[in-house]
């Protein structure tokens, strides 16, 4: 049962363009969301988050959105640089819970 | 300068034989984690522990066993009962184990069996 899903395995964009990236989820316990991007052979490391209180959170390029009655939040990425090229986890955590669950990830490539 | 050291970075072992991964942070963090990457499946939680001596079940436990006897380190055991051992293992730790605190990550051990 995959509680955070992303359905994009991909996604190619233009340099200085948005890049928006989506997760969904079904577990309505979940209260805390993340953003954790991964370049190959490292470990993840974390972006931007966002409490279940908040439907925006924002960080220099970064935004993360919250539609908690869609169950669904996103990424921005602007403008989008060739360095932003990693695959982006999201994640989250349930109210009381220990445990942060991952989607799949998306691999965003950003082309010069 | 604080952080998560896994070692080695790649390891290598036959076909029935055990093996583990260490995991080592000095952060002063009281959780710890496992998980593993395969390609197009994300992370997923093998073990983690919220205190000294205390260690739950993730989603992908068997086959797998850890302990936590210091706050420091975290090792995780993969067993010949694993099936398909052969994957990235990732350990991570975070100031406690609830609330608004994200995990941070070591760089991963790449595991591959033969």
């Known amino acids: 049962d995959q509680q955070v899903k992303q359905n994009s395995p991909s996604l190619s964009v233009q340099e200085g363009r948005i890049s928006i990236l989506n997760c969904d989820y079904t577990?309505?316990?979940?209260?805390?969301f993340l953003w954790y991007k991964k370049y190959p052979a490292e470990g993840p490391t974390f972006l931007i988050s966002?409490?279940?209180?908040?439907d925006k959170n924002e960080d220099g390029r970064f935004t993360v959105f919250l539609n908690k009655s869609a169950k669904h939040l996103s990424l921005h990425i602007v403008p989008s640089q060739p360095g932003d090229s990693a695959v982006y986890f999201c994640?989250?955590?349930?109210?009381?819970?220990?445990?942060?669950?991952f989607g799949e990830g998306t691999q965003l490539t950003v082309n010069p | 300068d604080g952080g998560i050291t896994q070692s080695p970075k790649y390891l290598f072992r036959k076909e029935g034989q055990n093996v583990t991964l260490s995991c080592e942070q000095n952060?002063?963090?009281?959780?710890m984690y496992w998980y593993r990457q395969d390609p197009g499946q994300g992370l997923r939680l093998i073990y983690y522990?919220?205190?000294?001596?205390?260690?739950q079940k993730g989603d992908i436990a068997e086959g797998y066993s850890v302990s936590r006897e210091k706050k420091e380190s975290f090792p995780l055991t993969v067993t010949s009962a694993q099936k398909n051992p052969t994957a990235f293992y990732l350990c991570?730790?975070?100031?406690?184990?609830?609330?608004?605190?994200?995990?941070?990550f070591g760089n991963g051990t790449r595991l591959t069996v033969t």
């Open positions: 991570a730790s975070s100031p406690s184990g609830q609330g608004r605190s994200p995990l941070h």
């Open positions: 577990n309505s316990m979940f209260d805390y």
């Open positions: 966002i409490s279940s209180i908040k």
């Open positions: 994640a989250a955590r349930e109210t009381s819970g220990s445990r942060l669950t």
């Open positions: 952060l002063n963090h009281d959780a």
């Open positions: 522990s919220q205190i000294v001596n205390d260690f």
